[in-house]
């Protein structure tokens, strides 16, 4: 695998995980996790553990969680899905065309390990007019006081994606 070192604008690393470690998270999803990010299945409306969360954190992926949506942003658009006007940040939120089901829709994936995560429609609040449309499956929520990893499991990384940072001022 070649690390290519892409890292996005909020410093989050882009490039695929290793092979052994995406498989190992993959084997870990339960069912309906399995089903909706690696089969682009949907789950039911109204049943998402995340459509009714109120806390204030970060919705991640849950196959490698890469930051994808913040609270800040999540609103309620009726459709039984967690609904979100933006995104943690534009590069983390990968868009394809999906033309199943008789009709043209935009599929919205992880861009690190390309876990379907649902799709986006242009009929969102201000100020971006979009609506981000999530299943829960899909989404793992870390509370605002815990630590984002910067890359899951990683050999590099033994500490379970765990990041130091060093800063130096003068």
């Known amino acids: 695998m070649s690390n ?5 604008a ?3 690393p882009l490039d695929p995980l290793p092979a052994e470690v995406l498989q190992a998270r993959v084997g870990a999803l339960t069912p309906e996790q399995h089903h909706v990010t690696q089969k ?4 039911a409306p109204f049943c998402g553990g995340f459509l009714g969360e109120k806390e ?3 919705y991640c992926c849950v196959v ?3 930051p994808l949506f913040r609270s800040e942003h ?4 009726g459709t039984g899905w967690p609904s979100f006007f933006d995104t943690f940040d534009r590069e983390h ?3 394809k065309s999906d033309e199943s089901h008789g009709m043209i829709r935009v599929e919205i994936c992880c861009a ?3 876990a379907h995560l649902g799709h986006v429609f242009p009929d969102g609040p201000p100020p971006t007019g979009v609506r981000h449309c999530l299943n829960s499956a899909s989404l793992e929520f870390l509370t605002l006081d815990k630590e984002i990893p910067l890359m899951p499991d990683s050999p590099e990384n033994p500490e379970q994606g765990l990041a130091s940072a060093y800063f130096g001022g003068g």
């Open 4 to 8: 290519t070192g892409r890292v996005s």
């Open 10 to 12: 909020s410093g989050f």
């Open 40 to 43: 682009s299945g949907t789950e």
């Open 56 to 58: 204030a954190g970060i």
């Open 64 to 66: 490698c969680s890469l």
């Open 74 to 77: 999540k609103f309620d658009s």
């Open 93 to 95: 939120v990968a868009e």
């Open 112 to 114: 690190r390990c390309d």
